[in-house]
């Protein structure tokens, strides 16, 4: 069970996982060597599963988002693993979620652009079994975009 610190310190890493233990010691009125041990003790609980850095999709040409909602033909086992075990291969889906509704499955997709989409669209996602129908939604702006989950 996480304490009102253990939250704490968890908001601060999500916000900035780069400060120093002495940064966060003094936002958190601890020493540097309680600090340091509780992040070590959340990181061997896989609270903290590991530490990665968020690039501008801009500044490397992947700014175009699509979510796609996928339809299996059958949600039988053998199609759902064909379509997960190949999914996992498309370095252009960040992100898939099996999910409940009218569809299976929704991918997060990132591409260059429109053209960049439908060639992966043609090459790569319908060339995966089992796919029945699919429904892209194109973004068109960001208003809420974060990886922090709040522990308040």
């Known amino acids: ?20 233990t002495k940064q966060l010691s003094l936002q958190l009125n601890l020493s540097v060597t309680a600090v340091y041990e509780r992040i070590k003790k959340l990181e061997k609980e896989k609270v903290i599963e590991k530490y990665v850095a968020i ?55 990132y591409v260059e652009n429109m053209e960049a989409y439908r060639d992966f669209m043609i090459t790569k996602l319908t060339a995966i079994k089992y796919i029945g129908s699919t429904h892209s939604i194109f973004t068109i702006g960001n208003v809420k975009n974060t990886t922090e989950i709040n522990l308040e």
């Open 1 to 20: 069970m996480l304490d009102k610190i253990d939250k704490k310190l968890i908001n601060l890493l999500q916000k900035d996982s780069k400060q120093t």
């Open 55 to 109: 690039i501008n999709k801009n500044k490397i040409g992947k700014s175009f988002l699509v979510f796609c909602h996928i339809k299996l033909v059958q949600h039988s086992k053998e199609y759902v693993t064909t379509f997960e075990r190949e999914v996992l291969q498309l370095a252009e889906v960040s992100e898939c979620f099996h999910v409940s509704g009218d569809y299976d499955y929704i991918l997060k997709i």
